[in-house]
């Protein structure tokens, strides 16, 4: 790991995850890893705290829980972030969408191109995931 450490540093991480404990201990993680990170529990929390400490930077990486609260999926928060970033030259903002569910994700999230992991998410395989997709 230690290798592709720097791979991350300063690179802007968001995470929606509604579990505040989850929450905690996965942002304090990518912090220790170099990232800036903004840490919610919705996607409309992310868009609030993006647009104030981030002054409208593009995110280069999300980490969504795919089952979150109020009816929204983790794909629902992953589309609303990407679309709230347009740049057509770019390609859209990677993803990682985490899952207790083991089996039903994997057709939705292939189709999209988002990776998936499964919880629990050991921290060599998590750091390996952010590293690929940025």
């Given at each position: 790991?230690?290798?592709?450490?720097?791979?991350?540093?300063?690179?802007?991480?968001?995470?929606?995850?509604?579990?505040?404990?989850?929450?905690?201990?996965?942002?304090?993680?990518?912090?220790?890893?170099?990232?800036?990170?903004?840490?919610?529990?919705?996607?409309?929390?992310?868009?609030?705290?993006?647009?104030?400490?981030?002054?409208?930077r593009r995110p280069d990486v999300i980490v969504?829980?795919?089952?979150?609260?109020?009816?929204?999926?983790?794909?629902?928060?992953?589309?609303?972030?990407?679309?709230?970033?347009?740049?057509?030259?770019l390609p859209p903002i990677p993803a990682l969408?985490?899952?207790?569910?083991?089996?039903?994700?994997?057709?939705?999230?292939?189709?999209?191109?988002?990776?998936?992991?499964?919880?629990?998410?050991?921290?060599?395989?998590?750091?390996?995931a952010l590293v690929d997709a940025s």
């Open positions: 790991m230690k290798a592709t450490r720097s791979a991350l540093v300063a690179k802007l991480v968001v995470v929606i995850e509604d579990d505040p404990l989850i929450l905690e201990a996965t942002e304090g993680l990518l912090r220790s890893w170099g990232c800036c990170v903004v840490a919610a529990r919705s996607c409309d929390e992310a868009l609030v705290r993006l647009a104030e400490t981030e002054a409208g969504c829980d795919y089952q979150l609260s109020r009816g929204m999926t983790g794909v629902d928060a992953i589309e609303r972030l990407r679309s709230a970033f347009p740049i057509p030259a969408l985490i899952s207790g569910d083991a089996g039903s994700l994997r057709c939705e999230v292939g189709s999209r191109g988002y990776r998936l992991l499964y919880k629990p998410v050991n921290a060599e395989r998590f750091h390996a």
